[in-house]
C-alpha cells in the first residue's frame, strides 16, 4: 500500500499477561477452527481484561490514528474493537465448522467493526448475515520479496549444504508452525511408508521439516518436543552462517533422512531467504494440514513451479480446485469440517509423483499460471483499494467486490 501512496503499517499487541492471554487465544483459535474446547468464566475474564490493557495502550502511545484499522485475526479482536474510528476485522482461518459458544461470545465485538474479510465463502460466519459487511478477499503474495524472489542456484546449495540436507537426494518439504493442526507425525509417517517403497527402487527420499516458534502460540514448543521424542531425533546445533538465522536441526538415521528444523524468525529477511531456499531446493511440497485458512506456504511453492500435496481440507482445497488440476489432495472432509485421511493415502501421493513426473510438472506449471493471475500482491491490493474506499464512503459492497471481484 506504500507503494500506491496509502499510508500504512503494522503494530504488534503486547499483553500484560503475555504467556496467559495466548494461551487463551490459541484455546480460541482451535475452537473457532472447530476443535472441541470449553469456554470457561476465567478465560473470558483474562481475554477481555488483556483486551482492555492493550486497548489503553495503545490509545496512550498514539497508535490506533489512522482513517482505517484493520484488525487480523481473534487476538486483537476485542482490544481493535473499542477504538472509534473506521475498523475492519480480517479473519485467516477456516470458520466454516466453528465452536458456537466461543463465536457467540466474540460476535458482539466482531458487529462493531464496519466490515469483515474473510478468505472464502463457506469460512464467513452465518451469525453475521445482514449485520455488517463481509468481504471474500484471499491473501495473495508478493513475487518480488525475498521469500519469493528468484534465488541463484548457488545460493539454494549454500542453504541446503548448511543444514546437512544432501542435494543430490529427492527433498520433500513442509514448512509450516509446529501445530497439531499442521499434523507433524502424519507427515513423517507419509514420508516413512513412501521412502520405503521408493527404496525397492533404488531411490532414497529426505524429509525437511521447517518451522519456527509463533510468539502467540504456546503450544509450539510441546508439539515440537513430543514429534523429537517420538522420532528420537538427534540435535545438531547450528554454528551462526551468513545469511542464516540463529536455527537449530534434529535429524533421524545416518545418514539422516528426516531433518527438523527449528528456523530462527530474526532477522526475518534471513528467514524469508532460507524458506526460499528450501522451497526452491526441493521436489515436492507438502502442507498436510488438518484445517487451515489458506496456506501461504502453498501459494509460495506454487510459484516456484513445485508440485504440492495438500489435504483437502479449507483453504488448500480451494487452492488446488480438484486433484490433478494444480496440486494433489489427501483425504476428504468430514461433517465437521475435519480431514479424514490416511498415511498411506500421502504416501501414495508422494510416489505419484514419481511415478508420473511429467504429469506432476504440467500441474505445477499450471498452478504457477494461476497463482500469477489470482493470487499475486496486485490483485490483493486491488481488493483492499475498494475495500477501503468502500468502508470511508459507509457504501455496502456490490456482489463481485464481496467476492474479490
Given at each position: 500500500?506504500?507503494?500506491?501512496?496509502i499510508?500504512?503499517?503494522?503494530?504488534?499487541?503486547?499483553?500484560?499477561?503475555?504467556?496467559?492471554?495466548?494461551g487463551?487465544?490459541?484455546?480460541?483459535?482451535?475452537?473457532?477452527?472447530?476443535?472441541?474446547?470449553?469456554?470457561?468464566?476465567?478465560?473470558?475474564e483474562?481475554?477481555l481484561?488483556?483486551?482492555?490493557?492493550?486497548?489503553?495502550?495503545?490509545?496512550?502511545?498514539?497508535?490506533?490514528?489512522?482513517?482505517?484499522?484493520?484488525?487480523?485475526?481473534?487476538q486483537?479482536?476485542?482490544?481493535?474493537?473499542?477504538?472509534?474510528?473506521?475498523?475492519?476485522?480480517?479473519?485467516?482461518?477456516?470458520?466454516?465448522?466453528?465452536?458456537?459458544?466461543?463465536?457467540?461470545?466474540?460476535?458482539?465485538?466482531?458487529?462493531?467493526?464496519?466490515?469483515?474479510?474473510?478468505?472464502?465463502?463457506?469460512?464467513?460466519?452465518?451469525e453475521?448475515?445482514?449485520?455488517?459487511?463481509?468481504?471474500?478477499?484471499?491473501?495473495?503474495?508478493n513475487?518480488?520479496?525475498?521469500k519469493?524472489?528468484?534465488?541463484?542456484?548457488?545460493?539454494?546449495?549454500?542453504?541446503?549444504?548448511?543444514?546437512?540436507?544432501?542435494r543430490?537426494?529427492?527433498?520433500?518439504?513442509q514448512?509450516?508452525?509446529?501445530?497439531?493442526?499442521?499434523?507433524p507425525?502424519g507427515?513423517?509417517?507419509?514420508?516413512?511408508?513412501?521412502?520405503s517403497?521408493?527404496?525397492?527402487e533404488?531411490?532414497d527420499?529426505?524429509?525437511?521439516?521447517?518451522?519456527?516458534?509463533?510468539?502467540?502460540?504456546?503450544?509450539?514448543l510441546?508439539?515440537?518436543?513430543?514429534?523429537?521424542?517420538d522420532?528420537?531425533?538427534?540435535?545438531?546445533?547450528?554454528?551462526?552462517?551468513?545469511?542464516?538465522p540463529?536455527?537449530?536441526?534434529?535429524?533421524?538415521?545416518?545418514?539422516?533422512?528426516?531433518?527438523?528444523?527449528?528456523?530462527?524468525?530474526?532477522?526475518?529477511?534471513?528467514?524469508?531467504?532460507?524458506?526460499?531456499?528450501?522451497?526452491?531446493?526441493?521436489?515436492?511440497?507438502?502442507q498436510?494440514?488438518?484445517?487451515?485458512?489458506l496456506?501461504?506456504?502453498?501459494?509460495?511453492?506454487?510459484?516456484?513451479?513445485?508440485?504440492?500435496?495438500?489435504?483437502?481440507?479449507?483453504?488448500p482445497?480451494?487452492?488446488?480446485?480438484?486433484?490433478?488440476?494444480?496440486?494433489?489432495?489427501?483425504?476428504?472432509?468430514?461433517?465437521?469440517?475435519?480431514?479424514?485421511y490416511?498415511?498411506?493415502?500421502?504416501?501414495?501421493?508422494?510416489?505419484?509423483?514419481?511415478?508420473?513426473?511429467?504429469?506432476?510438472f504440467k500441474?505445477?506449471?499450471?498452478?504457477?499460471?494461476?497463482?500469477?493471475?489470482?493470487?499475486?500482491?496486485?490483485?490483493?491490493?486491488?481488493?483492499y483499494?475498494?475495500?477501503?474506499?468502500?468502508?470511508?464512503k459507509?457504501?455496502t459492497?456490490?456482489?463481485d467486490?464481496?467476492?474479490?471481484?
Amino acid at each position: 500500500m506504500n507503494s500506491v501512496g496509502i499510508r500504512a503499517h503494522w503494530e504488534v499487541i503486547r499483553p500484560r499477561g503475555f504467556t496467559k492471554f495466548f494461551g487463551v487465544t490459541k484455546t480460541f483459535h482451535n475452537a473457532l477452527q472447530g476443535m472441541e474446547a470449553s469456554l470457561t468464566k476465567e478465560m473470558k475474564e483474562t481475554y477481555l481484561r488483556e483486551s482492555e490493557y492493550i486497548f489503553k495502550g495503545l490509545t496512550r502511545e498514539e497508535k490506533l490514528k489512522g482513517d482505517v484499522l484493520i484488525c487480523h485475526d481473534p487476538q486483537p479482536l476485542a482490544a481493535i474493537s473499542y477504538a472509534d474510528a473506521k475498523k475492519v476485522w480480517r479473519a485467516h482461518i477456516d470458520l466454516s465448522f466453528p465452536c458456537k459458544e466461543f463465536v457467540d461470545f466474540l460476535l458482539p465485538y466482531i458487529e462493531r467493526y464496519d466490515a469483515a474479510i474473510f478468505h472464502f465463502e463457506d469460512f464467513i460466519l452465518e451469525e453475521l448475515s445482514g449485520k455488517i459487511p463481509v468481504y471474500l478477499i484471499p491473501a495473495g503474495i508478493n513475487f518480488l520479496t525475498p521469500k519469493n524472489m528468484e534465488l541463484p542456484p548457488e545460493f539454494c546449495s549454500y542453504i541446503l549444504n548448511s543444514f546437512g540436507i544432501d542435494r543430490n537426494k529427492p527433498i520433500i518439504l513442509q514448512i509450516s508452525r509446529f501445530d497439531r493442526f499442521k499434523d507433524p507425525r502424519g507427515v513423517v509417517e507419509a514420508i516413512e511408508l513412501a521412502r520405503s517403497e521408493l527404496r525397492k527402487e533404488g531411490l532414497d527420499i529426505q524429509l525437511v521439516y521447517a518451522g519456527n516458534m509463533a510468539g502467540d502460540d504456546p503450544e509450539g514448543l510441546t508439539i515440537l518436543s513430543e514429534l523429537i521424542d517420538d522420532l528420537g531425533a538427534q540435535e545438531r546445533r547450528l554454528r551462526k552462517r551468513r545469511l542464516i538465522p540463529q536455527s537449530v536441526v534434529w535429524t533421524v538415521g545416518e545418514p539422516p533422512f528426516i531433518f527438523i528444523i527449528n528456523l530462527g524468525s530474526t532477522p526475518l529477511i534471513e528467514n524469508a531467504l532460507v524458506v526460499n531456499a528450501l522451497q526452491r531446493g526441493a521436489t515436492i511440497v507438502l502442507q498436510k494440514s488438518l484445517k487451515e485458512g489458506l496456506g501461504l506456504t502453498i501459494l509460495e511453492a506454487m510459484c516456484k513451479k513445485k508440485p504440492v500435496i495438500a489435504g483437502n481440507v479449507g483453504g488448500p482445497a480451494h487452492l488446488i480446485k480438484e486433484d490433478g488440476l494444480y496440486g494433489y489432495s489427501v483425504g476428504h472432509e468430514d461433517d465437521r469440517g475435519n480431514l479424514v485421511y490416511t498415511s498411506e493415502e500421502t504416501a501414495g501421493e508422494i510416489l505419484r509423483c514419481f511415478e508420473a513426473p511429467q504429469a506432476a510438472f504440467k500441474m505445477a506449471e499450471r498452478a504457477q499460471r494461476n497463482v500469477g493471475v489470482n493470487y499475486s500482491a496486485v490483485r490483493h491490493l486491488l481488493d483492499y483499494l475498494r475495500l477501503l474506499d468502500e468502508t470511508m464512503k459507509g457504501s455496502t459492497p456490490s456482489a463481485d467486490k464481496q467476492n474479490g471481484g
